[in-house]
């Protein structure tokens, strides 16, 4: 099976930046679409950013040209680069995969999170 586990989170002022990773194990870690998801309290957990076959992305339209997803620097780890943060981007941000090259947006598609990691964005 994948285990995941994010890291980068933290707090910043809106405006700023920051860059989640997500460190992947698993035999089959490079067949897997990788996705982002965020939680807010009274919010339900919802889609951020997924990555797959050929560079493949789709982006939730709240972070579309401000949130890029890659896995250029290594195999086993994606990232999520977030710029010009916002107050409403605060969240715990999860990692997630399935084992697919198709990307969905529902969060019952993906068998596999990692424990999430705060981020926190000040107005």
């Known amino acids: 099976q994948v285990q995941l586990e994010e890291s980068g989170g933290g707090l910043v002022q809106a405006g700023g930046s920051l860059r989640l990773s997500c460190a992947a194990s698993?035999?089959?870690?490079?067949?897997?679409?990788m996705a982002w998801f965020r939680q807010s309290p009274g919010k339900e957990r919802e889609f951020v950013a997924a990555?797959?076959?050929?560079?493949?992305?789709d982006y939730a339209d709240s972070v579309k040209g401000r949130f890029t997803i890659s896995r250029h620097n290594a195999q086993n780890t994606v990232y999520l680069q977030m710029n010009n943060l916002k107050p409403e981007d605060t969240a715990i941000y999860y990692c997630?995969?399935?084992?697919?090259?198709?990307?969905?947006?529902?969060?019952?598609?993906?068998?596999?999170w990692g424990q999430g990691t705060q981020v926190t964005v000040s107005s």
């Open positions: 997630a995969a399935r084992p697919s090259i198709l990307i969905l947006v529902a969060k019952s598609a993906y068998p596999y």
């Open positions: 698993g035999r089959t870690f490079s067949s897997f679409a």
């Open positions: 990555f797959s076959f050929n560079d493949n992305t």
